[in-house]
């Protein structure tokens, strides 16, 4: 239900990944002095802004003393993030293409002042300044369906049932006085298919349509998704219950692409349940009996090659057991005993980067990784990185058929090219395509020679030999990699025990600032 509250009542979140732009933020004014409030603002129940941020700011500098608020239950931080992403996206009706720098290249090329020259001005804190409040009313849906039907899309669809999902309710949908929908088709869809008899409407006047449609599906602020948002991104980046890999009879588990495809690019992981016999000879005659599995997921990989007779260091800062949530302290039992296992000295023939660079979601993320994975095969070992090359479609991709529409919800993010961004209404997760440049500029710093860089299946497969440790490089990616963020706020806190163990390794004092191990 919307009620009219005290603005100061609501708050701006800290995070909200929205940056504001001056000019869009006139736009806002200009749609409030000549719309009103068409769509609520969203909080949750304590007054923090899921939705309506920048409509909240300009409000305050015009004057209003009220503003329309619906409130939403979201209890913990993480899913309130998750919420603010999907209100970012499934208020406005957009394709999953649509980035923010094509919507505000649309918005910048419409004639807004032609839009809304003859729309009267509407006095703030009037009851014209609240439409969504005085002058929402029930439509019949099966009639409403039936005008608009021709336009449903099943993107806008899922965005809107997501969201529906996680806030109990629909916003209501904007329509033009013949009952044309002007934003909120996929809420009008999510509705008919649900069988509902009637939805809330909120009615435009044929001068304000254009000018209103403009404002709810172009206005929309560029995501900062690099600086609110890094560290979302980053914890999400674990791997997917749904995307575990098959098990056999007798519970072993199908070898990831990664470990396999650079020997066998014709086979699949279900031809490797085990390794034995001559597969096993040729698998260890390429990539020796001694590996790390960086990013090691689930330990699946690490377990079959286990099995096999092959040495195995596993490092994985985000373990997921069940129901998709982070074990904080499994991950760091992990983390801990690779470095015992690093720290022993033992000369690994090669470390495997596999599936890991697809979810990383900075490029500044990758480098670190390619520095440690450096010094850990430094001298004489290799670098193995198998990752979605950008001719790849980008998805969130599951093993799994049956799994929610809105798990597959994705669209795309234009600070990185080839990047989308995925689960969005619970877990945010960044999917990102390289280029052959890309995989060059990441690996060919920290290696005189890049073996192999071939394209298999879509999929880049990388070999990197002659490893260069570059001590400055190796203190600031072990300083950011070991004390990567958790959702409960923490870090790993491990970056000086990791300094400590490769120092020791390699026989090498590391510059920068002290870790903080056993302080």
Same mark, same amino acid.
């Given at each position: 239900?919307?009620?009219?509250?005290?603005?100061?009542?609501?708050?701006?979140?800290?995070?909200?990944?929205?940056?504001?732009?001056?000019?869009?933020?006139?736009?806002?004014?200009m749609?409030?002095r000549?719309?009103?409030?068409?769509?609520?603002?969203?909080?949750?129940?304590?007054?923090?802004?899921?939705?309506?941020?920048?409509?909240?700011?300009?409000?305050?500098?015009?004057?209003?003393?009220?503003?329309?608020?619906?409130?939403?239950?979201?209890?913990?931080?993480?899913?309130?993030?998750?919420?603010?992403? #999907?209100?970012?996206?499934?208020t406005?009706?957009?394709?999953?293409?649509?980035?923010?720098?094509?919507?505000k290249?649309?918005?910048?090329?419409?004639?807004?002042?032609?839009?809304?020259?003859?729309?009267?001005?509407?006095?703030?804190?009037?009851?014209a300044s609240?439409?969504c409040?005085?002058?929402?009313?029930?439509?019949?849906?099966?009639?409403?369906?039936?005008?608009?039907?021709?336009?449903?899309?099943?993107?806008?669809?899922?965005?809107? $049932?997501?969201l529906?999902?996680?806030?109990?309710s629909?916003?209501?949908?904007?329509? +033009?006085?013949?009952?044309?929908?002007?934003?909120?088709?996929?809420?009008l869809?999510?509705?008919?298919e649900?069988? $509902?008899?009637?939805?809330?409407?909120?009615?435009?006047?044929?001068?304000?349509?254009?000018?209103?449609?403009?404002? #709810?599906?172009?206005l929309?602020?560029?995501?900062?998704?690099?600086?609110?948002?890094?560290?979302?991104?980053?914890?999400?980046?674990f791997?997917?219950e749904?995307?575990?890999?098959?098990?056999?009879?007798?519970?072993?588990?199908?070898?990831?692409?990664g470990?396999? $495809?650079?020997?066998?690019?014709?086979?699949? +992981?279900?031809?490797?349940?085990? #390794?034995?016999g001559?597969?096993?000879?040729?698998?260890? +005659?390429?990539?020796?009996? $001694?590996?790390?599995?960086?990013?090691?997921?689930?330990?699946?990989?690490?377990?079959?090659?286990?099995?096999?007779?092959?040495?195995?260091?596993?490092?994985?800062?985000?373990?997921?057991?069940?129901?998709?949530?982070?074990?904080?302290?499994?991950?760091?039992?992990?983390?801990?005993?690779?470095?015992?296992?690093?720290?022993?000295?033992?000369?690994?023939t090669?470390?495997?980067?596999?599936?890991?660079?697809?979810s990383?979601?900075?490029?500044?993320?990758?480098?670190?990784?390619?520095?440690i994975?450096?010094?850990?095969?430094?001298?004489?070992?290799?670098?193995?990185?198998?990752?979605?090359?950008?001719?790849?479609?980008?998805?969130?991709?599951?093993?799994?058929?049956?799994?929610?529409?809105?798990?597959?919800?994705?669209f795309?993010?234009?600070?990185?090219?080839?990047t989308?961004?995925?689960?969005?209404?619970?877990?945010?997760?960044?999917?990102?395509?390289?280029?052959?440049?890309?995989?060059?500029?990441?690996?060919?710093?920290?290696?005189?020679?890049?073996?192999?860089?071939?394209?298999?299946?879509?999929?880049?497969?990388?070999?990197a030999?002659?490893?260069?440790?570059?001590?400055?490089?190796?203190?600031?990616?072990?300083?950011?990699?070991?004390?990567?963020?958790?959702?409960? +706020?923490?870090?790993?806190?491990?970056?000086?025990?990791?300094r400590?163990?490769?120092?020791?390794?390699?026989?090498?004092?590391?510059?920068?600032?002290?870790?903080?191990?056993?302080?």
């Amino acid at each position: 239900m919307v009620k009219l509250v005290p603005i100061g009542d609501v708050r701006a979140s800290e995070y909200n990944p929205r940056k504001n732009d001056e000019k869009r933020l006139a736009l806002t004014e200009m749609s409030l002095r000549k719309l009103g409030f068409l769509l609520p603002i969203y909080a949750d129940k304590d007054g923090e802004i899921l939705s309506g941020h920048q409509r909240h700011l300009v409000a305050e500098r015009m004057g209003f003393y009220k503003i329309p608020v619906q409130y939403v239950d979201q209890e913990d931080l993480n899913s309130r993030k998750a919420l603010n992403v #999907l209100f970012n996206r499934a208020t406005n009706d957009l394709q999953k293409q649509d980035t923010c720098t094509k919507i505000k290249k649309r918005l910048y090329n419409m004639d807004i002042d032609s839009m809304c020259a003859g729309l009267p001005d509407i006095e703030p804190g009037s009851e014209a300044s609240y439409p969504c409040v005085y002058a929402c009313r029930r439509i019949d849906t099966v009639q409403l369906a039936k005008k608009n039907h021709r336009d449903f899309d099943s993107h806008m669809k899922a965005l809107a $049932k997501a969201l529906e999902k996680k806030t109990g309710s629909l916003m209501p949908v904007v329509i +033009g006085p013949d009952m044309d929908v002007v934003n909120g088709i996929g809420r009008l869809q999510v509705a008919a298919e649900a069988g $509902k008899k009637f939805i809330q409407c909120v009615e435009v006047t044929e001068d304000q349509r254009e000018f209103a449609s403009a404002m #709810l599906n172009l206005l929309s602020m560029d995501f900062s998704m690099e600086s609110e948002y890094a560290d979302v991104l980053r914890y999400n980046s674990f791997m997917r219950e749904r995307n575990t890999r098959e098990t056999d009879a007798e519970g072993n588990c199908a070898l990831g692409d990664g470990f396999f $495809k650079g020997v066998f690019p014709n086979n699949n +992981g279900r031809d490797f349940f085990k #390794l034995e016999g001559d597969v096993l000879k040729a698998w260890t +005659g390429r990539y020796g009996d $001694k590996i790390v599995d960086f990013g090691a997921g689930k330990l699946n990989n690490t377990r079959t090659l286990r099995a096999a007779g092959v040495y195995v260091s596993a490092f994985e800062p985000y373990f997921v057991t069940t129901g998709d949530e982070i074990h904080k302290q499994k991950s760091l039992e992990i983390a801990e005993r690779f470095l015992e296992e690093v720290e022993s000295g033992v000369e690994y023939t090669s470390v495997f980067i596999s599936s890991v660079f697809n979810s990383e979601p900075f490029m500044e993320d990758r480098k670190k990784i390619a520095a440690i994975a450096a010094a850990l095969c430094y001298p004489k070992g290799q670098v193995v990185c198998w990752c979605q090359s950008n001719e790849a479609h980008q998805s969130t991709a599951t093993k799994k058929k049956s799994v929610q529409d809105e798990a597959r919800l994705t669209f795309d993010l234009d600070y990185e090219p080839n990047t989308i961004l995925g689960d969005i209404s619970k877990h945010p997760k960044v999917q990102k395509g390289h280029t052959r440049e890309e995989m060059t500029g990441i690996f060919a710093p920290r290696f005189r020679k890049i073996k192999r860089l071939d394209l298999i299946q879509k999929f880049w497969y990388l070999e990197a030999i002659e490893p260069i440790l570059d001590v400055d490089a190796l203190a600031d990616a072990l300083d950011f990699e070991f004390d990567l963020p958790y959702p409960d +706020g923490s870090t790993m806190g491990l970056a000086g025990r990791a300094r400590e163990v490769f120092e020791k390794r390699l026989g090498v004092k590391l510059p920068g600032k002290e870790g903080s191990y056993g302080k």
